[in-house]
């Protein structure tokens, strides 16, 4: 089996280091797992698309722009 080598922050190792039970090499490995499985999809479904490079972007930036909004609206009195 391949390796890979990883680098995390000080912080994030002394955290990790709080849960010595944990086997971090899977959780890693779980979650390259998914994000690959995330990527296939992805890949599938753009495959199929007729969607231009430009359409995506702008539909993109709709979408942060609405999601930004309604985070503020949600939370206003938060700051």
């Known amino acids: ?3 890979i080598t990883l680098s995390v922050s000080s912080d994030l190792k002394q955290e ?4 010595k039970f944990i086997n971090w090499s899977e959780v ?3 979650a390259i797992r998914e994000r690959v ?3 296939k ?3 599938s479904i753009a495959a199929k698309s ?5 359409d995506a972007m702008e539909i993109g930036r709709k979408i942060k722009k609405s999601m930004h909004e309604r985070f503020k ?3 206003s009195g938060a700051f």
């Open 1 to 3: 089996m391949p390796t």
């Open 50 to 54: 007729k969607l231009t490079e430009k």
């Open 41 to 43: 999809i992805l890949n």
């Open 16 to 19: 990790m280091d709080k849960s």
């Open 73 to 75: 609206k949600e939370h």
């Open 37 to 39: 499985f995330q990527l």
């Open 28 to 30: 890693a490995r779980e």
